[in-house]
T-cell receptor
Framework: KAGVTQTPRYLIKTRGQQVTLSCSPI?????VSWYQQTPGQGLQFLFE???????NKGNFPGRFSGRQFSNSRSEMNVSTLELGDSALYLC????????????FGQGTRLTVV | GEDVEQSLFLSVREGDSSVINCTYT??????LYWYKQEPGAGLQLLTY?????DMKQDQRLTVLLNKKDKHLSLRIADTQTGDSAIYFC???????????FGQGTELSVKP
């Protein structure tokens, strides 16, 4: 069974640009969460989607947005990139919104220059 | 409020036991988790414990929970060099949803 797949693995963008990251959950999983990992702030929750609906949102500016498609794949978008957005973005997949276990992908390493 | 604290570094000798500690503040936490992160990789779920349990054992891993003191620990028996990684403690207020992570403890295992 394939794990959580995040694409691309690495990305370099310029300040002011926008970026879209993709996450395909484990087959059959319907809940997807996103996290940002930086050396300074550690792992921080961005948002969670279940059945195409945002269920929970972290404390990030509106430049960070996401969505989930009917096949449970999710995308997150960051507009007007800032240097501080450089981070590892991790996606976690759960079977359902009451599932206990969350499984993470390898992450997308975003560098903003 | 939600806050999870961990010590940043731990160094042990191969074959010894490692104990990684974590404290959390939210008494509403329902599940507490341990994740492992190797360099350049995502997070690997190691184990979790429900907040009404005191202990959970899974092969070389033992999780102890002191709910009164809001203290969680992960013991790794017979630590191997392959266990070198960063270990994160996390809490959730409901099953597996929004996870609040500690800063991570970097475990270094010396031969």
């Amino acid at each position: 069974k394939a794990g959580v797949t995040q694409t691309p693995r690495y990305l370099i963008k310029t300040r002011g640009q926008q970026v879209t990251l993709s996450c395909s959950p484990i087959s059959g999983h319907r809940s997807v969460s996103w996290y940002q990992q930086t050396p300074g702030q550690g792992l921080q929750f961005l948002f969670e989607y279940f059945s195409e609906t945002q269920r929970n949102k972290g404390n990030f500016p509106g430049r960070f947005s996401g969505r989930q498609f009917s096949n449970s794949r999710s995308e997150m978008n960051v507009s007007t990139l800032e240097l501080g957005d450089s981070a590892l973005y991790l996606c976690a997949s759960r079977l359902g919104d009451q599932a206990i276990e969350a499984f993470f992908g390898q992450g997308t390493r975003l560098t903003v220059v | 409020g939600e806050d999870v604290e961990q010590s940043l570094f731990l160094s042990v000798r191969e074959g010894d036991s490692s104990v990684i500690n974590c404290t959390y503040t939210d008494s509403s936490s329902t599940y507490l988790y341990w994740y492992k992160q190797e360099p350049g990789a995502g997070l690997q779920l190691l184990t979790y414990i429900f907040s009404n349990m005191d202990m959970k054992q899974d092969q070389r891993l033992t999780v102890l929970l002191n709910k009164k003191d809001k203290h969680l620990s992960l013991r790794i028996a017979d630590t191997q060099t392959g266990d070198s990684a960063i270990y994160f403690c996390a809490e959730s207020l409901y099953q597996g949803g929004k996870l609040i992570f500690g800063q991570g403890t970097e475990l270094s295992v010396k031969p």
